[in-house]
């Protein structure tokens, strides 16, 4: 059983600090960010997108948990400008708790929540290069919508 809770401000102390790190690797993985630049752009991104940490207006910060242990996170925006759209940031489940069917639970308790909240629509990102979330993105009926594509040559 999957149980998703307000992240709090110490959750969100331990989170920041693994997504800005996490978030530079990707960019860098990706080829969008030189190695010497990620860490600062990353960090300016986070800041940008939530200046008041987990209390950040029209952004909600969820701790995954399987019953009192927390196993990941998962974190949807509700654009003002159009709320019937969310978007879902970040979305993790520790890499001990991957593979056991949290990833899917808690992905199927955003929906409920987005719902609740007058969302029909949830957009999200994933990198190319990860194959496993877009595998699980995609048994759970996310489609497609643009495909950025690049050769290093």
């Known amino acids: 059983m999957i149980t998703l809770k307000q992240m709090s401000g110490q959750e969100f102390q331990h ?3 693994y997504a ?5 690797k990707e960019k860098v993985d ?11 752009l990353s960090k300016d991104s986070f800041e940008k997108l939530l200046p008041n940490d987990e209390r950040t207006e029209n952004h909600q910060l969820f701790s995954v948990f399987q019953h009192e242990i927390l196993v990941g996170m998962i974190w949807i925006s509700q654009p003002p400008t159009n709320p019937e759209e969310g978007f879902i940031y970040d979305f993790l489940i520790f890499e001990q708790f991957q593979g056991l ?3 899917k639970s808690a992905m199927k308790e ?3 929540i987005a719902k609740g909240l007058g969302m029909k629509k949830i957009g999200l990102h994933v ?3 990860n194959k496993v979330a877009r595998g699980l993105y995609e048994k759970l009926g996310y489609e497609i919508t643009n495909i950025s594509m690049a050769k290093t040559i």
Request: glycine share 14%; hydrophobic share 35%; aromatic share 18%.
């Open 20 to 24: 800005i790190e996490d978030y530079a």
């Open 101 to 103: 069917g949290y990833g």
């Open 127 to 129: 990198f190319g290069h």
């Open 15 to 17: 989170y920041i600090s």
């Open 110 to 112: 955003i929906e409920v």
């Open 30 to 40: 990706a080829g969008n960010w030189r190695e010497e630049e990620a860490m600062r």
